[in-house]
């Protein structure tokens, strides 16, 4: 059974730091390309952060780049999204997700865990 099960989330003060993580069960970890995603209220998803299979190349959205990082250990079958200087319109839904290569479909996701930024 695939799982994708994140934690991390809850409420911060503007300016603090959270980190999520991304524990995968169920496939073959190494193989796929992890991403971030969120969902804000009234908004559609969007793309977050992403990382190679090995680890050795990530890309963000404009909107995060220079406050958060993607990192994995595929030992460990995990994903952490490092997120510093929140912002109140970072508040969203977060989600892990899993694909072959950027150019195909996300193949599982996990449930999600909110990140709420406000004073």
């Known amino acids: 059974q695939v799982r994708l099960v994140e934690s991390g989330g809850g409420l911060v003060q503007p300016g603090g730091s959270l980190r999520l993580s991304c524990a995968a069960s169920g496939f073959i970890f190494s193989n796929y390309r992890m991403n971030w995603y969120r969902q804000a209220p009234g908004k559609e998803r969007e793309l977050v952060a992403g990382i190679t299979s090995a680890g050795g190349s990530t890309n963000y959205a404009d909107s995060v780049k220079g406050r958060f990082t993607i990192s994995r250990n595929n030992a460990r079958n995990t994903v952490w999204l490092q997120m510093n200087n929140l912002k109140p319109e970072d508040t969203a839904v977060y989600y892990c997700?899993?694909?072959?290569?950027?150019?195909?479909?996300?193949?599982?996701w996990g449930q999600g865990t909110q990140v709420t930024v406000s004073s």
């Open positions: 997700a899993a694909r072959v290569t950027s150019l195909t479909p996300v193949a599982y």
